[in-house]
């Protein structure tokens, strides 16, 4: 049976919250799972943080036995320094890098031609 390492949906509208389970790769996203391995939260909190909770043992053992991360896990694996960083985080922080420095290119543009006119 191949097992999957993927994120199950919980939480209400508005409000996601997952739970990392390790799950038979053919069941629905929220089907009758294997084991919880962790959860992850995508909103952040106060302090402007996501929290993610992984039992590193457990996942460990379910890579060992097998079982394939998907994407989503990937990435955040990868975030969290048990995988290499996936290219998808590399190319999204590379393009959010340079949308940032064409917006201050830009900011300062508009402001020099204000400065002129006046």
């Known amino acids: 049976m ?3 390492i993927r994120l199950a949906l919980y939480g209400c509208a508005n409000r996601p919250f997952y739970h990392i389970v390790a799950i038979p790769h053919r069941r629905s996203r929220n089907g009758r799972v294997l084991e919880q391995i962790g959860s992850f939260d995508p909103l952040p909190n106060l302090d402007n943080e996501k929290l993610v909770a992984i039992n590193f043992e457990r996942l460990r053992y379910w890579l ?20 290499p960083l996936h290219p998808r985080t590399i ?28």
């Open 64 to 83: 060992a036995s097998g079982a394939e991360p998907s994407l989503p896990m990937q990435i955040l694996l990868g975030l969290a320094g048990f995988y």
């Open 91 to 118: 190319m999204e922080g590379r393009r959010l890098r340079l949308a940032q420095s064409i917006g201050v290119a830009t900011e300062q543009a508009s402001e020099e031609v204000k400065e002129t006119k006046s």
């Open 2 to 4: 191949k097992v999957a």
